[in-house]
Nanobody, 121 residues
Framework: DVQLVESGGGSVEAGGSLRLTCTGYKYRIFKRCMGWFRQAPGKERELVSSISGDGSTYYADAVKGRFTISHDNAKNSVDLQMNSLKPEDTAMYYC????????????????WGQGTQVTVS
């Protein structure tokens, strides 16, 4: 089975930056749509950003201009660069993979990572 492993979470002060990495195992993840979701306590999971195999990107309004998603094909990973972080960005962040980006927009994915915590104070 496909395995997705997130890394790069942590604690940072407001205005700071973090870079999340989702590494794929047993699958060339750039062939599919990859996304980053987040879920804060008491809130629904939401799609933050996605990137298709051809490099088309999506960003939620709340993160536009602050977050950047990108492929690193050599590492078989997808990165999420998060700048100008705000306390409201605090959440568990999950990477996900699906054949279609529209499925990620619907909140669905074939495969999920275990998540990495981001805390902004």
């Amino acid at each position: 089975d496909v395995q997705l492993v997130e890394s790069g979470g942590g604690s940072v002060e407001a205005g700071g930056s973090l870079r999340l990495t989702c590494t794929g195992y047993k699958y060339r993840i750039f062939k599919r749509c990859m996304g980053w979701f987040r879920q804060a306590p008491g809130k629904e999971r939401e799609l933050v950003s996605s990137i298709s195999g051809d490099g088309s990107t999506y960003y939620a309004d709340a993160v536009k201009g602050r977050f950047t998603i990108s492929h690193d094909n050599a590492k078989n990973s997808v990165d999420l660069q998060m700048n100008s972080l705000k306390p409201e960005d605090t959440a568990m962040y999950y990477c996900a993979l699906d054949r279609l980006c529209v499925e990620l927009l619907r909140g669905r994915a074939e495969y999920w990572g275990q998540g990495t915590q981001v805390t902004v104070s």
